[in-house]
């Protein structure tokens, strides 16, 4: 079974300045699919960033982007210019991307990881 | 507006009183999931469902039921609630298996 692993259950960051959350997880696929989902005290969860474990380059969306080492298993966010809107629960998460019996396209999430935006 | 629907938000019930929670989405995806998340756990996938009358059990089944009739809805029952599935719920849905999660609202629910 695959697992996801966040490490920090709280981090902060100054406005303006850019934070790194790490994320690592472990699979034996080669085939798969990493996201980064925020969840703002709204409690909605709000798709970040997603990453196709097949493509070298990594993903970036304005001023967010990742980090993938896939042999390090490895998936970090980068929030750049951090604004107060960006304080939210982070979650990580992983899925199959072939199909391999029950529960193979399950969203495997990490605990997550609070972060909070100091004006 | 592409949007998966949870209903209700909040619920607040008794132990032993059965329940429904409903998930609807308008987007025509075929897989659709429920999760639990619990402070300190992240989300936990309860049941999915690949297609129309076909579902089956995730990581934390015990004490659910799910059913896909259609391929828009997938409701979750409790048939038996306890205070141990006090909890806040997410149902989500997927174009494909393989991609990414769009996600409801939400459902408090409290179970006393």
């Known amino acids: 079974a695959q697992t996801v692993t966040q490490s920090q259950p709280e981090m902060s960051v100054q406005e303006a300045e850019t934070v790194t959350l790490s994320c690592t997880y472990d699979?034996?696929?080669?085939?798969?699919?990493l996201f980064w989902y925020k969840q703002p005290p709204s409690r909605q969860m709000i798709l970040v960033i997603r990453?196709?474990?097949?493509?070298?380059q990594n993903a970036t969306e304005n001023r967010f982007s990742v980090n993938f080492q896939k042999a390090a298993k490895s998936f970090s966010l980068k929030i750049s210019d951090s604004q107060l809107g960006d304080a939210a629960m982070y979650f990580c998460a992983y899925r199959s991307g072939s199909y391999s019996g029950a529960g193979s396209y399950q969203l495997t999430f990490g605990k997550g990881t609070k972060l909070s935006v100091i004006p | 507006e592409a949007q998966v629907t949870q209903n209700p938000r909040y619920l607040i019930t008794v132990t032993g009183k059965k329940l429904t929670v409903t998930c609807s989405q308008n987007?025509?995806?075929?897989?659709m999931s429920w999760y639990r998340q619990d402070p300190g756990l992240g989300l936990r996938q309860i049941y999915y469902s690949m297609n129309v009358e076909v579902t089956d059990k995730g990581d934390v089944p015990e004490g659910y039921k799910v059913s896909r009739k259609e391929k828009r809805n997938f409701p979750l029952i409790l048939e038996s609630p306890s205070p141990n599935q006090t909890s806040l719920y997410f149902c989500?849905?997927?174009?494909?298996?393989?991609?990414?999660?769009?996600f409801g609202q939400g459902t408090r629910l409290t179970v006393v």
């Open positions: 987007m025509n995806h075929e897989y």
């Open positions: 990453q196709e474990a097949y493509k070298q």
């Open positions: 699979t034996s696929e080669s085939d798969y699919y």
């Open positions: 989500a849905s997927s174009r494909q298996a393989g991609t990414e999660a769009f």
